[in-house]
């Protein structure tokens, strides 16, 4: 626990990223960053990448309107279609300089006292050609988090994504399962299993109908980065 705490007091910037798409990253990061602006902090918010986008970044335009944000800050690249960053610029033929994005990024993190970084998809999911969120993590020295499913096959896709980022150098310093609604038998041993083969810290988060977790689930999301 003390080699934990030392991890994450001196946290600046996180990527929350994921083991798939759909897990949570959104909700999580709104959680998070609602709970540090309770705390006083000021806060940003970053998604480098929004695909998706009909007439506006839905994730983003959350996330913005918590912040206080322009969408042009928030969300400074978007793809019109419902894929990784990598196959939109392929499909739209519109791409993206990684020197202006992580430029955009160091300007950021001057402006804000901590800044959480979305991620679009799993940790794998290519952002450019041979560019993935790991990479990404690992190039802008960003400490991560990984979110990830409460229920059967969690185990594996939670495995996995820990041992590839560990590969990168970009290990999580814990693991957030979400939606844990006590229905699925294998939720009563999931945290437990991937915390012995990842000897990572796993937070579980119950499944609830409202945006806004209650103040303990908070609580534990902003002690994860040291407030």
């Known amino acids: 626990m003390a080699l934990f705490m030392a991890i994450i007091i001196c946290v600046r910037s996180v ?20 709970a540090l602006k309770e705390r006083g902090i000021r806060v940003g918010y970053l998604k480098p990448v929004e695909t998706d986008v009909k007439e506006v ?3 983003g335009s959350l996330l913005a309107s918590l912040t206080g944000q322009s969408l042009e800050e928030a969300v400074p ?3 019109k279609l419902p894929l990784s960053p990598y ?13 202006a994005l992580k430029e955009h ?12 970084v979305e991620g679009a998809g799993g940790v794998a999911v290519p952002i450019k050609r041979d ?5 990404l993590a690992k190039n802008w020295r960003l400490k991560t988090i990984l979110v990830a499913r409460a229920g059967l096959g969690t185990i594996n896709h939670s495995f996995l994504s820990w041992y590839y980022m560990k590969s990168m150098d970009v290990e999580p310093f814990a693991i957030v399962m979400n939606c844990f609604e006590g229905k699925d038998i294998s939720e009563r041993t999931n945290s437990q299993i991937v915390e ?8 579980k988060i119950p499944k609830i109908q409202e945006l ?15 407030f």
């Open 15 to 34: 990527l929350i990223t994921a083991t798939d798409t759909g897990v949570g990253k959104t909700f999580i990061s709104y959680n998070l960053v609602y």
């Open 57 to 59: 970044p839905v994730d």
């Open 77 to 79: 690249v978007r793809y």
């Open 87 to 99: 196959a939109g610029i392929l499909e739209e033929g519109k791409d993206f300089s990684l020197d």
């Open 105 to 116: 990024y160091e300007k950021l993190l001057e402006k804000y006292e901590f800044l959480v």
């Open 131 to 135: 560019y993935d969120y790991a990479k």
């Open 196 to 203: 012995e083969l990842t000897s990572v810290k796993v937070i």
């Open 212 to 226: 806004l977790l209650p103040v303990e689930y908070r609580s534990l999301l902003t002690e994860l980065v040291g």
